[in-house]
């Protein structure tokens, strides 16, 4: 076997970069002998530690952790270091199944929004949803990305973009009604352990697919319906954005549904 390695091989046996192996001895994790000529040369002892610090690095230790224990490792260390280890193995593979989660309800939302009845108008009913919100109005697309920005990051374990059809704005209804324009008064995002609340009950529902302009003509037919239909109108207008930019850059492909909340009028016997 041989005694001595070039730094080329080091790098090709164990897929760790030269800049690396450079970096870890300037800052004294390795220290190489040198050839006569100036090369570098790779003992057992440089590549059991290069062992270590690979596979330390993998699961997210630092440097500084790193080089104490070369420097200062017996048993002891050995077993703390161990036992560091499998905690850091355990963190990772609870972010692991929360990310298997998070990618799983995606595809579920995505999948679910293909098979979405579209341009129907339906009476469904919805328990209350928890949701982070943000009241404050805004008209562009960008000016929304921002505000769900700031949401995501009260949660980032847990809340996400791509694919999630727990995003969505509130539409007032005055000047939906009245200028036949929308007017975006907030930004949420439902979660359990969101601090506002929508309220449950009754809502007038459609699904359309293509630009966001549809939810002028949309929502005011969905009012006339709500108005022929014996029912009043019980709040401002909800707009959940199943497939938006985040999933697709055609507009075409997009896919809103719009919730309007109903309630019956009461029958006044003669």
Not at 198 to 217: A, F, H, K, M, P
Request: proline residues 3%; glycine residues 6%; aromatic residues 8%.
């Amino acid at each position: 076997m041989k005694k001595y390695f070039k730094i080329g091989e080091i790098s090709k046996l164990y897929g760790i970069g030269v800049d690396s192996i450079r970096y870890y001895e300037e800052i004294g994790l390795i220290k190489p002998e040198r050839s006569e000529s100036g090369y570098r040369h790779y003992s057992i002892h440089d590549i059991w530690r290069l062992n270590v610090i690979r596979d330390l690095r993998s699961i997210g230790f630092t440097m500084e952790q790193i080089k104490e224990y070369l420097d200062n490792h017996n048993t002891a260390s050995s077993l703390k270091l161990l036992e560091e280890e499998q905690m850091a193995i355990h963190k990772q593979l609870l972010r692991l199944q929360q990310l298997q989660k998070n990618v799983e309800h995606r595809l579920h939302t995505i999948r679910s929004a293909l098979a979405l009845p579209l341009n129907e108008i339906t009476r469904i009913t919805l328990p209350p949803r928890w949701c982070h919100s943000l009241s404050e109005s805004y008209s562009a697309a960008e000016e929304m990305d921002l505000l769900i920005k700031h949401l995501i990051n009260l949660d980032t374990k847990r809340l996400y973009i791509i694919g999630n059809n727990q995003m969505g704005t509130v539409i007032a209804l005055p000047s939906l009604l009245e200028k036949k324009e929308i007017s975006y008064q907030s930004v949420f995002l439902i979660d359990e352990q969101g601090e506002n609340c929508i309220s449950g009950g009754d809502y007038l529902c459609v699904t359309y697919r293509g630009s966001y302009t549809q939810s002028i003509e949309w929502g005011q037919k969905l009012i006339t319906y709500a108005q022929d239909h014996n029912m009043t109108v019980a709040g401002d207008l909800l707009e959940l954005l199943w497939l938006d930019i985040h999933t697709s850059s055609d507009e075409s492909e997009f896919i809103t549904q719009l919730q309007l909340p109903v309630c019956t009028h009461a029958m006044i016997p003669e």
